[in-house]
């Protein structure tokens, strides 16, 4: 969502926040905007719609060593250039930035603000007007902002701009995710360390509820009462080829295309010296510790943990629930006497998760992450964190991460089982590995999924998946993958609902594509797509090696059935990926989409 460059030295700053703001663009955005600030002026651009139009709307002579940028993601008022940040105080001595939701923004107006006439309809602008009530009133610039973030409700990352105080950027954060990064030449804020990976690889966290006072060559960073806190720089792990294309068109593809790759540095990391798949000690003594998993997530990361529960019941004899993030506050269920609450989260940033977390939190219980990003807020909020070291995820549709929270779960799973001694009838070190290649093979077949794409996606209004067992949560996780890319209705069902309702929709022609990777369910899920081919549907069936027939084009290669979910997804992300590309789409930031949803 939203997401903040901020820089203060001594090159111009123009150019390191455009470059900064298009690094952040993955995560989803409908206007953009920058502040040029130097010694007698503060200069403000900005555009509804892509970075590059903002680019093109900057002066070339527009200068400045200290500014701030800012991509929105509309939450209060439409997208347009007047909602667009960054907002200015009525007498434009302040200039400021905001990601997050403000929940008091009406009272405020209501309680300090009345006189004020309003430029936007954003819950932002109140924040820089009260800056500048409280300023107006003789309080210092600093003691005002101070004084405005303890009056605020909800979530923030602030960079403000005091034109009468040009050497430096006051910053803030509350919930929502701001780092400072520390450059030879002067020091940056940003939501992502990929926004000045450029720059610098040495960043210095922040905590909710700080301030900190950035200059060219400082970073003072204090509690919202004053009180110094003094932290140390850590270096990023991040690669910058790891947020490059390379020669490929789209992330999307590339970050298809990391999953063997993805799947070797999991097996890596998660490995004792024996040769055994093993996870923490302190996640170890967690599981054993709960007599039930709760598992929280949202979208993909949801369909994941779906997938999750079966490992962790069936191999490791683990009770498990998964649970939708956003619904878990209002259809709590019952917990058992010592739950653990199992996050994933490729961002760590999701808003709807962390809401949970902060809840169960309160009521004493015990928390795991999986995620992604380290140092992320649902990483630092939890008790333990297991980390899926798949690189950053560019790409708004999630694909990597997908299959590398599922391989950890079943790591978990494994992990658990071993512990109680338990005796594995697969080798699951073996059958990871056997993944990888599988996985391999089927990025190499890409030119099939493209076909199937032409042939079954390329003038339909909608789709279905339909699978069974296992399956069921695969073809869900492929319907979210085709709909967010190509803007095709598609719906992933458990086949055996069809005839309970869905079937009405089969028309002639209408693509229904069957997974069939369970031998259990085999016989019913290809009943199934006789019955809608019956009534005129035009059928693909996607079937593992094993249950394969003559007559099936699309035959997956062979991994344990536990696996399965791995190797069947990937014909599906490509069969999305090649939809949206033949139908015009912007693959990577498909509409209306943010790759990191900062607000519930
Ligand atoms: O960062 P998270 O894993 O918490 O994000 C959860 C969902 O927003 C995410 O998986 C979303 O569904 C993806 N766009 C799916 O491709």
């Known amino acids: 969502m939203c997401g903040i460059v901020g820089y203060i030295g001594t090159e111009q700053a123009k150019d390191i926040l455009l470059n900064g703001l298009e690094r952040l663009e993955y995560r989803g955005y409908d206007s953009a905007g920058i502040a040029l600030m130097n ?84 819950d932002t602008e109140v924040i820089v007007q009260l800056i500048e009530q409280f300023a107006s009133e003789g309080l210092s610039a600093e003691t005002a902002f101070r004084k405005t973030l303890g009056l605020l409700q909800g979530s923030y990352a602030i960079g403000l701009l005091d034109k009468e105080a040009p050497e430096r950027i006051l910053v803030a954060k509350q919930k929502s995710p701001l780092l400072i990064g520390l450059s030879s030449h002067g020091n940056v804020v940003a939501s992502d360390a990929m926004a000045t990976l450029a720059l610098t690889d040495q960043y210095v966290e922040m905590m909710d509820g700080e301030v900190v006072i950035l200059t060219k060559g400082e970073v003072n960073i204090s509690a919202l009462d004053g009180t110094p806190v003094s932290r140390a720089p850590y270096t990023a792990e991040l690669d910058a080829t790891d947020i490059e294309k390379g020669t490929y068109p789209h992330f999307m593809l590339k970050e298809i295309d990391e999953q063997p790759l993805v799947m070797r540095r999991i097996i890596q990391h998660y490995q004792d010296d024996a040769g055994r798949l093993k996870v923490d000690e302190g996640v170890r003594q967690a599981v054993k510790l709960a007599d039930r998993l709760y598992i929280v997530a949202c979208g993909t990361s949801w369909h994941a943990g779906l997938v999750g529960k079966q490992f962790l019941e069936n191999i490791a004899g683990v009770p498990t629930e998964v649970h939708i993030a956003s619904e878990f506050s209002y259809n709590r269920p019952l917990l058992s006497e010592r739950p653990l609450f199992v996050f994933i989260s490729q961002s760590g940033e999701t808003a709807d998760c962390r809401s949970v977390l902060v809840d169960v939190k309160q009521l004493g219980h015990s928390t795991l992450t999986i995620t992604n990003s380290p140092g992320s807020t649902l990483s630092r909020e939890a008790d333990h964190t297991l980390l899926l070291h798949a690189g ?9 991460a997908y299959t590398a929270q599922i391989a950890l779960l079943s790591i978990l799973a494994v992990d658990v089982a071993q512990g109680k001694g338990a005796t594995l009838d697969f080798d699951p070190l073996k059958e990871l590995a056997i993944v990888a290649n599988a996985m391999e093979v089927l990025c190499d077949e890409k030119d099939d999924y493209e076909q199937m794409a032409r042939d079954y996606l390329s003038d339909t209004r909608n789709a279905f998946f339909i699978g069974r067992a296992v399956d069921y949560y695969v073809v869900m996780e492929a319907a979210l993958k085709l709909k967010e890319i190509s803007y095709i209705q598609a719906e992933g069902f458990a086949a055996g609902e069809l005839k309970h309702g869905t079937i009405a929709l089969i028309e002639d022609g209408t693509p229904v594509f069957g997974l069939i990777s369970q031998p259990h369910v085999a016989g019913h899920l290809r009943g199934n797509l006789q019955e809608v081919a019956a009534r005129g549907a035009h059928t693909c069936t996607i079937v593992t090696h094993d249950l394969a027939t003559t007559n099936d084009a699309h035959v997956l290669p062979e991994v344990h059935p536990h696996y399965s979910p791995l190797a069947s997804v990937v014909p599906f992300q490509l069969l999305a990926y ?23």
């Open 39 to 122: 010694a007698t002026n503060v200069e403000v651009y900005k555009e509804k719609g892509r970075i590059a139009k903002l680019r093109g709307a900057v002066a070339e002579e527009a200068e400045g060593t200290t500014g701030i940028g800012h991509t929105r993601w509309a939450t209060h008022g439409v997208p347009s250039q007047e909602n667009a940040h960054p907002h200015q105080s009525t007498s434009g001595r302040f200039t400021l930035v905001h990601n997050g939701v403000i929940e008091n923004d009406q009272e405020l107006k209501e309680a300090y603000l009345l006189d004020v006439g309003m430029k936007s309809e954003t």
């Open 578 to 600: 090649y939809a949206a590309l033949h139908r015009g789409c912007d693959v990577d930031k498909p509409r209306n989409l943010a790759k990191s949803v900062t607000v519930e």
């Open 392 to 400: 950053p995820e560019i790409a708004v549709a999630s694909t990597k």
